[in-house]
């Protein structure tokens, strides 16, 4: 009894801390050393050889150095960093379980390909070398990347991808062979449409929002709105003209820009930048005047014209027929060059087209104005000629300044062409006619050297002279005749002949000669009648007296008559070439 009773004082006098320790012996004891089983530690120390791990078992582990090769450096490690591990074997003469990280890894990765192949979820990995068809990935065992697979984009640098840490759906798993088969694709197929829904259901047309340039284009600017990319179109840009956009961004810029429009099917957003200020269209009519002058800068040259900046994003063209006063129309780089200020005025503005046509040669007089200061009709100048036409021939009388002398002003001779008098680039006289500013014309003439010949005609001859004329065309009434260079009349059908002619063709030819009588003038229209019939029977009278006068002896009427037609000025020979 007494040894009973002191054996069980003894047992009552056992401490709580000492009870614990007995239980967790007991309880250490009874746990198995499963090999395979995942347990988790914490790093206490790390050698050269082993890591040292607390796994909470009263042996601590240990992982031999080269269980890391494949995975995580050493150098990486720390004391305190948590680790798991995989069970193996305990070494019964230190007393240390031996512990591999790298088939921990190994049988998690399996887990977690397993689980991300069955619910189509993502797995991490770490591309580690390029190989034939594809790439390598460390998923915790050797995963297999194909090159279709890598990017929604065909990889142009493939060894870029080497070293990087990426996302990857499963989409071939074998359990029992440890093969996988990734694609980085897909899984960046789906955040793209997941950032896609995400940033179009946050959209509505006239929103301001912020976003990244991308890439430059010559025809805009791809923004990035958050994994979506928005196309920010050159026009769009400035209210003025953008030759690229280079000239407004850069790639990696923040900008702020406004929703246009968008469509979530085809997955395209339109960006505006110029919108974000006021459109300088917007009631230009009460701003800018017809008739105003104002200053401007040359932003662009065309065949056609050139385009002058107003004020920013208010652009005018200047039509090549607005450059010059000259009739020539002069290339606008000859006159101008991109970036020179120059003064215009407005002809006229229409902003809902948003079109200003502007005017360079307005600004300053018309060159026929300061020559009509300079000149006044009848006044002789000299010049080149510049241009022969059918009408006429025109002539350079100052720089820029040309005038048209006119086919009938130059010679009183009838002329088939011009070319028959004047030459291109020959220097020339001629008489102001005209100076008519609003009609931007100048009168010039060639025979007015000469004075007016038919005013001297008229002031010579008379009616009952008679002339020697030259048949010069032949009609159903008459024909004309010359009587001097430049002097025409008509004889009529009933002055022909004393016998009844019709048709003049039939008994007259151009270029006959004749006798003439003239039997009216009107110098008001410069109009000449003439008779071959009176001339004839003036002629018979003639013919009669000197017949008489020579069978009398004595002086009679008729050799009045002949003194008198002894008189007649016959009329010069047309120079060659004025015959028509």
């Not at 840490?165 to 088969?181: G, L, Q």
């Not at 008098?421 to 009609?439: C, F, M, Q, R, T």
């Not at 004749?514 to 002629?539: G, V, Y």
Request: with cysteine; proline share 3%; net charge neutral.
């Amino acid at each position: 009894m007494s040894k009973i009773t002191k054996k069980e004082e003894k047992e009552e006098n056992i401490s709580a801390e000492d009870y614990e320790n007995l239980l967790d012996q007991y309880q250490f004891s009874a746990k198995e050393i499963i090999p395979g089983k995942i347990v988790k530690g914490k790093v206490i120390k790390i050698t050269k050889t082993h890591v040292l791990i607390d796994i909470g078992f009263k042996s601590e582990g240990i992982i031999p150095a080269e269980d890391f090769s494949d995975n995580q450096d050493l150098d990486e490690l720390r004391p305190g960093d948590a680790i798991e591990a995989s069970l193996e074997r305990s070494d019964s003469k230190d007393g240390y379980l031996v512990l591999s990280h790298k088939k921990a890894l190994a049988l998690k990765a399996l887990d977690e390909l397993e689980k991300a192949y069955h619910h189509n979820s993502w797995i991490m990995g770490k591309i580690t070398e390029r190989t034939k068809s594809g790439y390598s990935v460390n998923v915790g065992i050797k995963t297999f990347l194909p090159d279709s697979h890598a990017d929604i984009r065909t990889v142009q640098e493939p060894e870029k991808l080497i070293g990087n840490t990426c996302k990857f759906k499963v989409i071939k798993f074998d359990r029992k062979s440890e093969n996988a088969v990734l694609s980085r694709k897909l899984f960046l197929q789906d955040e793209k449409e997941k950032r896609k829904r995400r940033v179009f259901s946050q959209l509505s047309q006239g929103q301001k929002i912020k976003g990244q340039v991308k890439s430059l284009t010559k025809f805009g600017a791809f923004i990035d709105l958050g994994g979506v990319e928005g196309l920010l179109h050159v026009s769009d840009m400035s209210w003025g003209k953008v030759g690229h956009p280079s000239e407004v961004f850069k790639v990696g810029q923040e900008v702020e820009v406004v929703i246009l429009d968008f469509n979530e099917k085809e997955e395209r957003i339109s960006l505006g930048y110029k919108q974000l200020t006021p459109d300088p269209w917007e009631n230009l009519e009460e701003k800018y005047k017809v008739g105003q002058k104002m200053k401007g800068n040359v932003v662009s040259l065309t065949d056609f014209g050139a385009f002058v900046e107003l004020e920013s994003g208010v652009e005018g063209l200047i039509h090549i027929s607005d450059l010059t006063w000259s009739r020539k129309l002069i290339h606008p780089k000859k006159v101008l060059s991109p970036g020179e200020e120059v003064m215009v005025s407005i002809l006229d503005i229409n902003s809902s087209a948003k079109r200003i046509s502007l005017g360079l040669k307005q600004v300053s007089p018309h060159p026929l104005e300061l020559l009509k200061q300079k000149y006044s009709i009848g006044s002789r100048v000299k010049g080149t000629i510049t241009n022969i036409t059918d009408f006429g021939a025109f002539m350079e009388v100052e720089k820029g300044i040309e005038g048209l002398i006119h086919i009938s002003d130059i010679s009183w001779e009838k002329i088939k062409h011009p070319s028959e008098k004047l030459k291109v680039g020959e220097e020339a006289e001629a008489i102001i006619l005209n100076i008519n500013v609003d009609k931007q014309k100048l009168s010039l003439g060639i025979k007015q050297l000469e004075g007016d010949i038919w005013e001297d005609f008229f002031n010579r001859q008379k009616i009952g002279d008679l002339v020697k004329v030259k048949i010069v065309r032949l009609t159903d009434f008459g024909v004309f005749v010359e009587i001097t260079p430049g002097i025409e009349g008509v004889v009529f059908l009933s002055e022909l002949d004393e016998k009844k002619i019709e048709n003049p063709e039939e008994d007259f030819q151009v270029g006959d000669e004749r006798l003439a009588k003239i039997i009216k003038m009107n110098s008001k229209d410069n109009k000449i009648s003439l008779s071959f019939r009176q001339a004839q029977i003036e002629m018979q009278k003639l013919d009669y007296q000197k017949y008489v006068q020579t069978q009398s002896g004595r002086l009679t009427l008729g050799d009045v008559f002949k003194e008198q037609l002894s008189q007649i000025r016959s009329p010069k020979k047309a120079k060659k070439g004025g015959k028509r």
